[in-house]
């Protein structure tokens, strides 16, 4: 068995799409595939067939001002709308550019979806069968960014980014089986995390919801210990770690087509590593 993570990153994400389109394009394909945040938009799309879906939303889409931004922010409290993402504008069946779910479930393919439970911190993983047709509430909940966003309610939890609670969740597909792994970052893997911005963003958010501030101060240290595994496991064969070398100023909500072209680009290269890592 052969896994796929992709452990998202706002909009550079895009990284991660032109990987998968890539894939589709070469006919390659994964046992199970583990999304977070914007990675589960991402492989939810791959499963589904829909190549160049993930490039329309992030090169088109995500320019628009119901998409996100600051005006929105002030009026709801959202930075990010995900209901116009994953809803009935752009992804539901009568949307621009609907999510084909069928062809998910009809992939024959396993899919884990990662958010965090915004009252016990902890992660939750969602199946391709937790969600259907028209209703996306794993993918809004994993990738429900804290302070930009409220946590989102669905199926009786309050959820935030999933990359909170279990950042590189590579884990997860060897214990499922998998020997082989394919994990997507869309920073530099060279990169480590510092605690200072987490923990001005804990600040603000500790008061509701305690147990996720605590995530907050504490993720440097999760990611980067699950990074120097990755990087431990690439070296024994067993990891392919697919990585940005460069992502010019690129953060997680930063709007710069032409920076994120750049990184399209490169993930369309990157991804070429791939078939010799599965075989």
Known sequence: ??????VGGGLRGIYGAAVLDQCLEKHISFDLMIGVSAGSANVVSFLAGQKHRNYRFYMDYSFRREYMGLRHFLKT???LDLEYIY?????????EYPLFYEGVLKSGKHMLIVATDAQTGEPVYYTEQDMS??????????SNVPVADHPYEWKGRLLFDGGLSDPIPFRK????GCEKVVVLLTRPKDYFRTPEKDRRMALLIRRRYPKTADRLVNRWQLYNSQLE????????GKVLIVAPSDIGQMSTLTKDREQMQK????GLEDANAITAFIG
């Open 173 to 176: 597909a060897f214990d499922a």
């Open 263 to 266: 990184l399209y680009e490169k």
């Open 133 to 142: 047709q028209d209703d996306y509430g794993a993918i809004k909940g994993s």
């Open 87 to 95: 809803g009935d504008a752009l992804s539901n069946s009568t949307g």
């Open 1 to 6: 068995m052969i896994g796929y993570v992709d």
């Open 229 to 236: 595994e990755a990087l431990r496991l690439e070296a024994e």
């Open 77 to 79: 409290g959202n930075y």
